[in-house]
C-alpha cells in the first residue's frame, strides 16, 4: 500500500483513500480479500538459521574452546588417541547442549504460539470481536479504557482518550489523543490522533480506521530492527551463573596447581596438559546455567497446560515461594456465569427472573441496565439461539436477561441512539449512557447501589417520578443488604433526562438529580471444586484472602459458602476501614482479616505491600485497568484471561482458565521446578570431585596417575549428559504441596542440606575411591586394571548419585526408580557409553583401560553401594534433624 501521512489527513479522507465506511466498516468480501494481500496482522520471528545460532552457542562456551584447543595441541604432539577421544568428547557435549537448549527454546516457542489477542470492530455494519491478527487497512476498530491497540490506527472519534505508548517509547507516562488533523513534519511521539499497534488504552474509547498491520506497523519497524527480544534472566539464573563462574574459577586455579605440581613431579608435559584440561571439563558444571533454563521453560509449558500462560520468566521461580494468595471472587471463586436472580423496584419485587408477562416498571429497570451496560451481540442477525454475546459477565447476563424477557437490544438502539458511553470504573463504581430521544437526551446510570441511592433525588412509582425519602431509601437498602446475605451481586439503576451533548468524565452536578429506577442482583454459581481447592491450598500453607469490590455481606455469603472462611472465625474490614490507615498499622493488622469488601484498586496496591513488609511472597489476582498497578507490585500478579489488556500486561501469569484451582496448580508447578532445580545444581556439584581428588592425591604422593585424560572426558560424556537434563523432568513428589512455603523460597540458591551433600557426600565418596587407589597400588595390581577400576568408578558412582538424587527428603527405597521416563533413557544412554568403552575393542585401547575380571566388578559393587550408603545416611541426618526440631526441609 502506497505510503500516506494519516496524521495530516482529514478522517473523511482516509476513510475515501482506504475504501472504508466508518460506520459500517469494510465488507465482509472486501476484508477477506485483503486477508490474502496484506497477510495476517502479526509480527515475523525470525525462522531461519536457529539451528544453527544454537550450535554456535555450544561452540562458543569457555570449555568448548579448551577442548579444541586441546585436541588441536594433541595432534601437534602426535597424541592421536587423545586428540580422537576430545573431538568425539566435543560432538557429544555439543550435541546434548544442542538438544537441552532445543528443547527450552521449543517450550518458549510454544508459549508465544498460545498469546492470542481479539479486538472489536465494525464489519459489513455490525460489531464483533475477532481475532486481532484478521485485521486489515481499512477496518473499524472499536477501543475502550484496559484494550490493546492491534493496529496503528488513525482516530476518527475519541470520548477523553489517554493511551499508554510504553511499548513504543519506553515512557509509562499517558498520552492524551484526539482526531485533530496535525502538521505532517510531525514525529511519531507527537502525532496524538494516531494510536500504535502494542500500546495500551488508558483511559476513555475511540472509534478508529486501521492504517497499518503486521510488519509494517511502527511497532514492526522496530521488531525488524530488534530481530527478537531477549529473555531477561530471572534472579536465580544470575546467581547460578556466578555459581558457576565461581566455581569455573576454582576449578581453574586447582588445576593449574595441579599442572604445576604434574611438571614438579616430572610428568610428562603433554599428559599434564591433557589432564588438567580434562580435569577442568569434567569438573566445572558449564552447563548448569543451561540446565537451569530448559527447568524453568519446562516448567511454563506445564503451568501453561494446567490453565496459566507465564508472560515472565521470574514468575516461574516466584510462585513456589508464593504464600499468600489475594483473590476476587468472579471467576476464581465462582464460575462468573452471572444470571438475573432478582429484580426491585420501589412498587414491587420479582423473585428469579420470569422471562414474560414482566410488568412496565420490572421492564423498564432491565431496559435502563441494557442501555448502561457496555456488552453487544456480535451477530445479530444470525437466530436467536446463536447469538453470541460479549462483555463484563455482569453486563452480559443483563443483556441475556432482557433477550429472554423479550427486549430487543438492537431495535432499544434504534429508539434511543447512543450519543455517549461512560465505561464502569471501580474508583467511580458506576457507568452512564447517554441517548437521544424524541424530545430531551436520556441518561442511563448503573453502578454500586449505595452510589447510586446517593445521587438519586427521585424514585420511579408507576409512571411518574417522586421525590426519594428517607423510608423509601431504608427499604432498598434492606432489599440491597437481603440480596448480597444471599451471596448476589447488586446493581441500582438510574435515569435522568437533559439537553446534555456528552456525559462528564466526573461525577459533577449531571449525576445529582437522578431518578431511581430499582436494584438487580445477580447470581454466580460456585466453581464445583472450589471447596476442595482451597482446603488442599490451606494445606499446603498458603494464605487465601478475599480482596473485592461487593458489598461485605456478598463477600461474606461467598466466603463461608466456598470454605474459604469458617464459622465466625473470622475478621472482615472494608476498604474505608484501611483509607487513612498507616502503613505501619495496615502491616499489623492485615495478618488478622480474611475479607476485605468495598476495597477501591488503590487500596489493593496497600494491601498487597502490607503483606509483603510482613515478609510474605503475595500473588494477586486482578482484571481491571485499575488493578494494574496492584498487580505490578505484587510479587506474582495474576490476572484473570476474561480480564483487560491492560491487566493481562501487567501480570506475571495470565490464567486461561479462570480458576483459583489453576493459581494452586501454578504454585505446585512452582514448587516443583525449585525441587528439580536443586537436584540438578545438587547433582553436578557433588560429581564434580572424583577425579579432582584423585589426580591431586596421585600426584601430591608421587604416585602414578588413578585415570587418564581420555578416560576422564569419556567418563564426563557418561556421567554428564543426559543425566542432569533429566532430572528436569522429575514428576512431583507427594508432600510438594504439603510443605511450608517459606521452605520453597527461591532466594537461597544452595540450602543447608545440599551444602552438606555437595561438600560432605561429594568429598566423603571422592576420598573412598581414592583410598580404594591407593589399597590397590599397595596389593600389586597392575596400573591398567587399577585405571578400568577408578574410570569404572566415577562413572558408576555418579549414575548412583543421580537416581538417589530423585528426592533429598526421602530414603531411595521409598523413591520411584520408574517414574522419570527420561533419567531411564539417560541411564540407558550413560551405560551404553561405558560398555562401549569396555566391551568395544578398538575404543578399548584407545582409552587404555581393561576388560573387567569379575572380582573387578566384585569391587565396583562395593563402590557403589558405599556411596549409596552415603548418601542415604546424609538424607537420614537431614530428615531426622527436621523431625527432632520439628523443622521442614
Known amino acids: ?43 515475523e520471528k525470525e525462522t531461519t538459521g536457529r539451528f544453527y545460532k544454537i550450535i554456535w552457542q555450544q561452540i562458543k562456551s569457555p570449555l568448548v574452546f579448551i577442548l579444541i584447543i586441546a585436541g588441536f595441541v594433541s595432534l601437534i604432539l602426535t597424541n592421536y588417541s587423545d586428540a580422537i577421544i576430545i573431538f568425539i568428547a566435543l560432538i557429544i557435549n555439543t550435541a546434548i547442549g544442542a538438544y537441552q537448549e532445543g528443547r527450552a527454546s521449543q517450550a518458549f516457542e510454544k508459549l508465544r504460539a498460545s498469546v492470542k489477542s481479539s479486538t472489536t470492530l465494525i464489519r459489513g455494519g455490525q460489531q464483533q470481536e475477532v481475532n486481532a491478527a484478521l485485521l486489515v487497512p481499512g477496518d473499524i476498530i472499536l477501543l475502550k479504557s484496559g484494550d490493546r491497540v492491534p493496529a496503528d490506527a488513525r482516530l476518527l472519534e475519541v470520548k477523553t482518550l489517554e493511551t499508554n505508548e510504553a511499548a513504543l517509547t519506553g515512557e509509562w507516562a499517558g498520552v492524551e489523543k484526539n482526531p485533530q488533523v496535525l502538521e505532517e513534519k510531525k514525529q511519531i511521539t507527537e502525532r496524538t490522533n494516531m494510536v500504535w499497534m502494542g500500546t495500551l488504552i488508558a483511559e476513555g474509547w475511540a472509534k478508529a480506521v486501521v492504517v497499518a498491520t503486521g510488519n509494517s506497523s511502527e511497532l514492526g519497524k522496530i521488531a525488524f530492527l530488534v530481530a527478537e527480544e531477549k529473555e531477561i534472566a530471572t534472579p536465580f539464573q544470575r546467581g547460578v551463573k556466578r555459581l558457576a563462574h565461581w566455581i569455573g574459577g576454582t576449578v581453574g586455579v586447582f588445576s593449574i596447581l595441579i599442572f604445576a605440581l604434574g611438571m614438579a613431579r616430572s610428568q610428562p608435559f603433554s599428559e599434564m596438559f591433557l589432564i588438567t584440561v580434562a580435569l577442568a571439563v569434567a569438573a566445572i558444571p558449564e552447563g548448569l546455567p543451561v540446565a537451569v533454563t530448559v527447568v524453568l521453560a519446562i516448567g511454563m509449558h506445564r503451568i501453561l497446560k494446567k490453565g496459566g500462560l507465564v508472560r515472565k520468566l521470574t514468575a516461574v521461580e516466584t510462585l513456589g515461594s508464593t504464600s499468600v494468595i489475594l483473590t476476587d471472587k468472579t471467576g476464581t471463586l465462582t464460575q462468573a456465569k452471572m444470571s438475573v436472580a432478582s429484580i426491585v423496584t420501589a412498587q414491587e419485587t420479582l423473585a428469579g427472573h420470569a422471562k414474560k408477562d414482566l410488568s412496565p416498571a420490572i421492564l423498564e429497570v432491565l431496559r435502563a441496565g441494557i442501555f448502561s451496560s457496555g456488552a453487544f451481540i456480535e451477530n445479530p ?20 436477561a432482557g433477550i429472554e424477557s423479550g427486549i430487543k437490544p438492537h431495535e432499544l438502539l434504534d429508539q434511543e441512539p447512543r450519543i455517549d458511553f461512560l465505561p464502569f470504573d471501580a474508583e467511580r463504581r458506576f457507568s452512564a449512557s447517554l441517548h437521544k430521544t424524541n424530545h430531551k437526551n436520556r441518561l442511563y446510570v448503573a453502578g454500586a447501589p449505595e452510589t447510586l441511592l446517593e445521587m438519586s433525588r427521585r424514585v420511579r412509582i408507576g409512571k411518574k417520578n417522586k421525590p426519594l425519602t428517607q423510608k423509601q431509601k431504608n427499604k432498598l437498602a434492606d432489599a440491597y443488604l437481603e440480596a448480597t446475605r444471599r451471596g448476589a451481586r447488586v446493581i441500582g439503576v438510574g435515569m435522568r433526562e437533559g439537553t446534555w451533548k456528552e456525559i462528564a468524565r466526573t461525577k459533577d452536578r449531571v449525576f445529582d438529580n437522578v431518578t431511581f429506577l430499582g436494584l438487580i442482583s445477580f447470581h454466580d454459581p460456585l466453581r464445583p471444586d472450589v471447596k476442595e481447592v482451597i482446603q488442599e491450598a490451606k494445606a499446603a500453607g498458603l494464605r487465601i484472602v478475599l480482596v473485592t469490590g461487593d458489598h461485605s455481606a456478598t463477600a461474606e455469603a461467598v466466603a463461608r459458602a466456598s470454605g474459604l472462611v469458617e464459622k465466625n472465625e473470622y475478621k472482615m474490614l472494608e476498604g474505608s476501614d484501611i ?9 499489623k493488622l492485615v495478618g488478622e482479616v480474611s475479607i476485605f469488601s468495598r476495597v477501591l484498586p488503590h487500596q489493593k496496591m496497600d494491601i498487597v505491600k502490607a503483606w509483603q513488609d510482613n515478609d510474605e511472597i503475595v500473588a494477586m489476582t486482578g482484571d481491571g485497568v485499575n488493578d494494574a498497578p496492584a498487580l505490578r507490585s505484587a510479587d506474582i500478579g495474576i490476572a484473570l484471561g476474561s480480564g483487560t489488556d491492560v491487566a493481562k500486561e501487567s501480570a506475571d501469569l495470565v490464567l486461561t482458565k479462570d480458576s483459583l484451582s489453576v493459581i494452586v496448580r501454578a504454585i505446585e508447578e512452582g514448587r516443583i521446578i525449585l525441587d528439580n532445580l536443586r537436584k540438578i545444581i545438587t547433582y553436578l556439584l557433588a560429581t564434580s570431585f572424583s577425579e579432582i581428588v584423585l589426580i591431586a592425591g596421585a600426584l601430591i604422593f608421587g604416585l602414578p596417575l588413578p585415570i587418564l585424560p581420555g578416560q576422564i572426558l569419556w567418563a564426563n560424556m557418561a556421567q554428564g549428559g543426559f543425566m542432569n537434563f533429566a532430572l528436569a523432568f522429575e514428576p512431583k513428589e507427594a508432600d510438594v504441596l504439603t510443605r511450608d512455603p517459606k521452605v520453597h523460597s527461591s532466594k537461597k540458591i544452595l540450602t543447608p542440606e545440599m551444602l552438606w551433600i555437595i561438600f560432605g557426600v561429594g568429598l566423603i565418596t571422592s576420598f573412598f575411591l581414592f583410598l580404594v587407589f591407593l589399597f590397590l597400588l599397595y596389593r600389586g595390581v597392575p596400573i591398567q586394571n587399577i585405571r578400568t577400576i577408578m574410570f569404572v568408578g566415577v562413572t558408576l558412582g555418579t549414575l548412583f548419585f543421580a537416581f538417589s538424587f530423585k528426592s533429598l527428603r526421602r530414603p531411595l527405597w521409598k523413591i520411584n526408580p520408574f517414574s522419570n521416563r527420561y533419567l531411564l533413557f539417560a541411564l540407558g544412554f550413560s551405560l551404553t557409553l561405558l560398555a562401549a568403552a569396555l566391551y568395544v575393542d578398538p575404543l578399548r585401547r584407545l582409552l587404555g583401560i581393561v576388560t573387567p575380571t569379575p572380582s573387578t566388578l566384585l569391587i565396583l559393587a562395593g563402590i557403589g553401594i558405599f556411596n549409596l550408603i552415603v548418601i542415604e545416611l546424609s538424607k537420614w541426618y537431614f530428615i531426622g534433624r527436621a523431625l527432632n526440631h520439628k523443622i521442614e526441609l
Request: proline share 6%.
Open 579 to 587: 483509607e487513612n490507615k498507616k502503613p505501619e498499622e495496615l502491616r
Open 1 to 43: 500500500m502506497e505510503k500516506y501521512p494519516w496524521h495530516a489527513l482529514d478522517g473523511h479522507e482516509i476513510v475515501r483513500i482506504l475504501e472504508t465506511d466508518a460506520e459500517k466498516g469494510l465488507a465482509l468480501s472486501e476484508a477477506k480479500a485483503r486477508a490474502s494481500v496484506f497477510g495476517p496482522n502479526e509480527l
Open 381 to 400: 442477525e444470525d437466530a436467536l439461539e446463536q447469538w453470541r454475546v460479549r462483555g463484563r459477565p455482569t453486563e452480559k447476563a443483563l443483556l441475556l
